[in-house]
């Protein structure tokens, strides 16, 4: 269906798949190009809220928007976008869903008598301070909602712009409890930059934790994902782990990788068209979605020991995949580390 067919409403998600199932993403004509190069498609939402089963820290999940601009290659989101139709490689980075009545829909939802008040996730499937939030504030204003139904929240990002929103997140720690967790996978400046093309330095991010904390926001940093070969050697995550005891982080979690569906596939070719050498030993590790379980396990030592070393408190119950994906059965074990080097 075309979207010059439906008038003045926004369309829907369920819109824009049949519009890029017959014309590909090209025919969103909607979408708005913007300085960054990305399109912005502005879409409506029926709900706000997901339900979510399975998961010990969260019943429910909130996304203002699909996509992510921060384009990290080993994103598990980027599988994702297949619901739109859309592939996880280019169109995951460079087309982006913009719920325009997420902020609305959310308070109707928050607002009915049968609301519990159940901790929700916020950014399990995209960053929710990605840049464009400086623009709709969708973010912003879904934490007003939070604060006002007494909702306890938790956040995942990498976007240093959360600290803008201190006021309101310090008012729905008050109201309810709030956690914010930075994901900073590690400060070295070569991996950054090979894997997370779009993001903020990691000292950026960082320094965000300090203002959090300093503002009595109970904020801490996830080391998500461990990236093999990259990121994996004992050096790196002892930097890592330092800068981040360094900038008063109240608790650190991690996890390693791990690859499915078009996250894998995207993975494997940045891998085989920048670093070919490395693909057979990707191939090995990767046989199956998670690293073997020996080889997170043998390194998970290594970890607890530089925690220790450096007085960060664990957080074993950190929502582990970062964004929050749904847990696998062994997910639990991933709170670790591991060297491949
Ligand atoms: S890992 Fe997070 S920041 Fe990176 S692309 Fe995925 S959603 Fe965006």
Redesign the pocket.
């Known amino acids: 269906m075309p979207l010059f067919e439906l008038g003045s409403r926004k369309p829907t998600t369920r819109d824009i798949a049949l519009t890029v199932k017959a014309g590909g993403a090209e025919a969103l004509t909607g979408a708005e190009l913007r300085a960054d190069e990305a399109r912005y498609q502005e879409v409506s939402c029926k709900s706000a809220l997901n339900p979510v089963k399975g998961m010990p820290f969260f019943n429910w999940t909130l996304n203002a928007y699909r996509g992510?601009t921060?384009?990290?290659h080993?994103?598990f989101?980027?599988r994702y976008h297949a619901q739109f139709e859309m592939n996880a490689g280019d169109e995951f980075?460079s087309v982006i869903l913009v719920k325009v009545n997420i902020v609305e829909v959310l308070a109707r939802e928050l607002d009915r008598p049968s609301w519990q008040r159940e901790k929700v996730a916020v950014?399990t499937?995209?960053?929710p301070y990605?840049p464009i939030e400086g623009h709709y504030k969708l973010t912003r204003r879904s934490f007003e909602a939070f604060a006002r139904a007494r909702t306890p929240v938790s956040l995942v990002t990498?976007g240093p712009m959360v600290v803008r929103d201190r006021d309101v997140l310090l008012d729905v720690t008050r109201a309810a409890g709030c956690t914010v967790y930075m994901?900073v996978p590690t400060v070295d400046e070569d991996a950054w930059r090979t894997l997370?093309p779009g993001?903020a330095h990691p000292l950026q991010r960082l320094r965000a934790v300090r203002e959090l904390t300093d503002a009595g926001i109970n904020a801490g940093v996830l080391m998500a994902p461990i990236v093999p070969g990259f990121t994996s050697s004992r050096s790196k995550i002892e930097r890592t782990i330092k800068a981040i005891a360094d900038h008063g982080s109240r608790f650190v979690g991690c996890n390693v990788m791990h690859l499915q569906g078009g996250t894998r596939t995207h993975f494997m070719n940045f891998i085989s068209r920048e670093f070919p050498a490395m693909l057979p030993r990707f191939e090995k590790l990767y046989a199956r979605k998670f690293a073997p379980a020996t080889y997170r396990k043998e390194a998970q030592a290594m970890v607890r020991v530089l925690q220790d070393r450096y007085g960060l408190t664990r957080r074993e119950d950190a929502d582990s995949s970062?964004?929050a994906e749904p847990a696998g059965p062994d997910q639990a074990a991933e709170q670790v580390g591991f060297a491949w080097d």
Do not use: L, V
Request: hydrophobic content about 25%; proline content about 0%; aromatic content about 4%.
């Open positions: 992510c921060h384009g990290c080993y994103c989101a980027r980075a950014g499937a995209t960053d990605q990498k994901s997370e993001t970062a964004a």
